[in-house]
């Protein structure tokens, strides 16, 4: 009877709720002021309670991987129509919750695997990360890039590898010299990481961790760096040059627009997967918000020169025409385009080809230039 | 090998810290395991007031409030006869919760004026030798030993056992306070959440490992920052996965503890001190 009566409340609640105002919640792996993913995350979260006025949003964050589903259940009792998971390790949680809760939606950024209430998302930073790699290769005057790593996973590996083509598209000879922390945070190991580099000849650096540690410590010796996902010129804006920074907002409004207007539902999203990129506006090339490339870099970069398809071209020039183009609704560059060889000598992208997403999402080659130790290289 | 001896020297410096203030507390026989906890809330304050009124008041600031946790820590550990172990972790999980919750506002903000990470490198070497003397060469430590060992005859002799563990609290406070004060206005230099990253354990264990020995502090906190800095250094041209360049430090750590002996504990340490008993 108890559980009968719930039920009947439940559901009159859920009417009550999808008359007025769409109730969409996230959980959030780390803390909201960490400067780097979940920031971001919460960041886009405002901005879509900003930009939509039917749309109210609750978060919890600092969510252990093993404790989501207690939240889910949580938000669902709470009237949640929407849950955002945004951390790859909630994907076994978020599955379990979509059975159990067969009329909630459910979208887990970073994940894999989808079902019918279950979208996935992503905002790739890979063509940045070449454009970024371009102004690197200028820029470095030893010859060796340094990056710092997190984790040796295939997104990580698909932006060394794509920073890694665009340096050696200004200097072939040029080296990324890649320090693994095995962390997503610890300025701790991003600062001796970046020291050990600068020891060994690294002038530019570029990484992902969730500080601006390696910015900091770069900038103490002189070396130009990129920020990684939150606008970081504030920390050293002499040496900061550009970055990734993210816009997660312009997908949770996408998103949530087409559950209001009944393009989503509880049944069919079994296919939607979003990876967006440059084109979409979900990410963008940025020292710090609408700044591409720091104004205190750019005559060095327009001073570079590098050759495109036999003529030289200015580096400035070349980023800037790249970035539009990757900017507008039909690309038609993509910085995995064949022919590339891995750095063992094998053919990993035939020439003419694009990498599909598939390619791009189990990337576990290494590209030719990164030195460094490379777990789960193939043989 | 200079840039690894400066490594060593400047990320050991921290280390150094929190280890001599949990071994000054440790030689009068209280164990505190609150360091970790201590550090971020050091390193919060410190931060915080660097911004408003300058660095060198910052790092006062940091000094303050690890001073004043250390005799929080004393309320319990010391004059409630608390179980020293339960009291410190709890002193640990409060801490760094309450520096994440509190500082929220600092995130992600560049420090104004840092400090030179040098003055404070210099700063810990003058501290362990400092403590050498006041503890195996003054009166003073002689008191301050003979809590540790026998509170019991200590108080027969009329030290005041508890009044001598809250001064160890402070001054140990004092330093572990110093050593959140380096992370947040000379290392990093800036604040953030969890910004520790459990340099307070590897304190603890290093005063195990040191026997309780300043000066050998010194060098298991110099060692510790060699090893950090050369897994980073070594990854990639050692045909070692960098899994297990990261487990390294720790690893030899241990198994320099292992081979080192037996050093022995201050006789009274973890037991609260009760005249009545």
Not at chain 1, 139 to 148: A, F, H, M, Q
Not at chain 1, 273 to 300: C, R, S, T
Request: charged content about 15%.
């Amino acid at each position: 009877m108890r559980r009968i009566l719930g039920l009947v409340l439940l559901a009159l609640g859920l009417a009550w709720a999808q008359g007025d105002k769409l109730k969409a919640c996230f959980i959030y792996v780390g803390p909201i002021g960490d400067a780097g993913w979940t920031y971001a995350h919460d960041q886009g979260r405002k901005k879509a309670e900003a930009a939509l006025p039917w749309l109210e949003t609750r978060y919890v964050e600092s969510v252990p991987e093993a404790q989501a589903l207690p939240v889910i259940d949580r938000f669902v009792k709470e009237g949640c129509q929407v849950i955002f998971a945004t951390s790859f390790g909630y994907m076994e949680a978020v599955l379990e919750a979509a059975k159990k809760y067969p009329n909630v939606i459910f979208a887990h950024a970073t994940g894999i695997k989808r079902a019918p209430n279950v979208a996935t998302y992503m905002a790739d930073f890979y063509q940045v990360y070449y454009l970024n790699g371009l102004a690197a290769g200028a820029l470095s005057k030893t010859g060796k890039v340094g990056y710092v790593a997190a984790f040796p996973i295939p997104e990580v590996k698909r932006h060394i590898n794509a920073f890694t083509l665009g340096v050696r598209a200004v200097n072939p000879k040029a080296q990324v010299l890649v320090r693994w922390i095995n962390a997503w945070y610890d300025p701790a190991k991003a600062r001796e990481a970046t020291e050990a580099l600068l020891s060994q000849g690294a002038d530019v650096f570029a990484f992902t961790e969730d500080t601006p540690t390696v910015i900091q410590t770069a900038a103490k010796k002189g070396a130009y760096s990129f920020g990684h996902y939150t606008p970081m010129l504030k920390f050293a804006p002499n040496h900061v040059v550009s970055g990734q920074i993210v816009h997660w907002d312009v997908i949770y409004i996408d998103f949530l627009k087409r559950v209001k207007e009944g393009v989503y539902t509880a049944k069919n999203l079994e296919n939607v997967d979003y990876f967006w990129l440059l084109q979409h506006k979900a990410v963008e090339m940025g020292a710090d918000y609408g700044v591409p490339i720091n104004p205190k870099h750019v005559p060095l970069l327009q001073k570079a020169q590098m050759t495109v398809g036999g003529k030289k071209v200015s580096v400035y020039d070349r980023i800037m025409a790249l970035m539009k183009d990757m900017q507008s609704p039909k690309p038609t560059f993509d910085p995995f385009t064949g022919p590339i060889q891995d750095r063992k000598g094998v053919v990993r992208i035939p020439a003419g080809k694009k990498a599909t997403l598939q390619e791009l999402l189990s990337m576990e080659w290494a590209a030719p230039g990164v030195v460094g130790d490379w777990p789960g290289e193939p043989k | 090998m200079e840039e690894a001896l400066l490594r060593a020297v400047l990320f050991g410096t921290p280390i150094l810290l929190a280890s001599l203030g949990a071994l000054l507390s440790e030689r009068t026989g209280v164990v505190n395991l609150g360091v970790e906890g201590m550090m971020a809330l050091s390193a919060l304050a410190a931060f915080a007031v660097a911004q408003e009124a300058g660095p060198a008041l910052g790092a006062l600031a940091g000094v303050g409030v690890g001073v004043f946790l250390g005799l929080f820590l004393g309320v319990f550990a010391v004059s409630l006869r608390a179980n020293q172990f339960v009291a410190g972790l709890a002193l640990a999980a409060l801490g760094l919760g309450a520096s994440g919750l509190l500082g929220k506002r600092y995130e992600g903000v560049p420090l104004a004026h840092p400090l030179p990470e040098e003055g404070f490198a210099l700063l810990a070497l003058g501290l362990a030798l400092a403590l050498h003397y006041l503890l195996l060469g003054s009166r003073f430590g002689l008191y301050l030993r003979s809590v540790g060992e026998n509170p019991k005859a200590a108080d027969l002799f009329g030290v005041s056992v508890d009044g001598v563990r809250y001064l160890a609290l402070a001054l140990g406070g004092g330093m572990i306070g110093l050593a959140g004060a380096y992370l947040s206005l000379a290392y990093r230099p800036s604040w953030t959440d969890g910004m520790t990253s459990g340099l307070g354990w590897v304190a603890i264990a290093l005063v195990i490992l040191a026997g309780w020995q300043p000066l050998r502090a010194v060098l298991g906190a110099y060692f510790f920052g060699l090893l950090f800095f050369l897994q980073f250094r070594l990854q990639g041209s050692v045909p070692i996965p960098s899994e297990a360049f990261a487990a390294m430090p720790y690893l030899l750590v241990i198994l320099v503890l292992a081979l080192s002996g037996r050093a022995r504990a201050p006789k009274a340490l973890g037991q609260p001190f009760d005249r009545g008993r």
